[in-house]
């Protein structure tokens, strides 16, 4: 992760804005964290990341219905393989016993 003072960000925002693409940069004042410029594909993704949730299943199907009502789609094992991954966000660890 690169990181660079919130005054660096703020001198060269464009040049850290084409930075995030590659890498999230962190930003610091006074050598302490205080955010982090992350890119996003879309608004949809923006929205979730701003909220902390993890996407929905819901928001897949909405997606779906999006890129299809443009005649567009996802395909049948993108749209399952988002599935598993939206299962497996769900689940908690299960810790492992020691025999």
């Known amino acids: 992760m690169k990181t660079a003072s919130a005054e ?3 001198a060269q925002f464009n040049d850290y804005l084409e930075a ?3 890498q999230p940069v962190l930003i610091t004042r006074n ?12 608004k ?10 993890r996407r929905s299943l819901r928001s897949i199907f909405q997606e779906a219905h999006e ?11 993108q749209f399952w393989h988002e599935v598993e991954q939206s299962r497996r966000a769900e689940r908690p660890a299960r810790p492992r016993s020691k025999r």
């Open 44 to 53: 949809a993704e923006a929205e979730q990341l701003a909220s902390g949730r």
């Open 8 to 10: 660096e960000i703020a």
């Open 20 to 22: 995030s693409r590659k």
């Open 67 to 77: 890129q299809i009502e443009k005649g567009g789609g996802i395909a049948h094992d």
């Open 31 to 42: 050598g302490k964290p205080v955010g982090i410029l992350l890119a996003v594909r879309d």
